[in-house]
């Protein structure tokens, strides 16, 4: 795991974004091309000091939080780099807090639509991706089953048509995966659309 302290990052202080332009690291074929200072909202996953992820943000305002010495450089992005008149410096991917930040996350809403984004767009008793796909009470309703994150789970027709009225041991299906409250990290993913590689490690998706 990389970290680079922000003293060596910016090694001078006088640093102006307004006259900065990205210049992207050279191809295969030699060729080497420049960006204007907009590619600088490229996203930048943000942890905490506990290397907990918290957020994302712009490349421009994660360098803002380096140069206050608020944030430190975790990965960068080797196929780019920030150049200025006198020097370059790395392209940030990922950059932790300083301090820690106490985040009141907003508590998830109990939904059909969560559910199954929970459960991958998937049904959990076969693993199907084939729409269309029903929302599933493993203890039925009318035996006692409560509207929960623990209780709620993602079916197909086939399946939950299979299931009934029964528990999944009466019906002799078997859950692949135990149904649970998401973590904040899960809907943190699905609000990212693609992902960096160098996030992956932190998103506990390796």
Same mark, same amino acid.
């Given at each position: ?9 910016? +090694? ?21 091309? &420049? ?33 206050? &010495? ?13 150049? &200025?008149?006198? &020097? ?48 599933? +009470? ?55 659309? +693609? ?12």
């Amino acid at each position: 795991m990389r970290k680079y302290p922000s003293e060596s990052y910016f +090694h001078q202080r006088r640093f102006a974004f307004s006259t900065h332009r990205v210049h992207i690291a050279e191809h295969a074929s030699g060729r080497s091309t &420049t960006g204007e200072v907009s590619s600088l909202n490229g996203k930048v996953l943000i942890l905490n000091q506990s290397y907990e992820p918290i957020s994302i943000c712009s490349a421009k305002k994660a360098l803002t939080l380096i140069f206050l &010495t608020k944030a430190e450089l975790v990965e960068q992005d080797s196929e780019r780099s920030i150049r &200025t008149v006198r &020097t370059h410096y790395p392209f940030p991917s990922v950059i932790r807090l300083c301090a820690y930040l106490r985040v009141p996350f907003r508590k998830i809403e109990l939904s059909r639509k969560n559910i199954m984004r929970r459960d991958g767009m998937r049904c959990t008793y076969c693993g199907s991706g084939q729409p269309p796909l029903t929302m599933d +009470h493993i203890i039925p309703r009318s035996r006692g089953g409560t509207d929960s994150w623990e209780n709620l789970t993602t079916a197909c027709i086939k399946c939950n048509n299979k299931k009934g009225n029964r528990t999944p041991d009466e019906a002799g299906m078997r859950l692949l995966s135990v149904p649970k409250r998401p973590h904040h990290v899960l809907f943190l993913k699905h609000s990212m659309g +693609h992902i960096d590689d160098t996030w992956r490690p932190y998103l506990f998706m390796d």
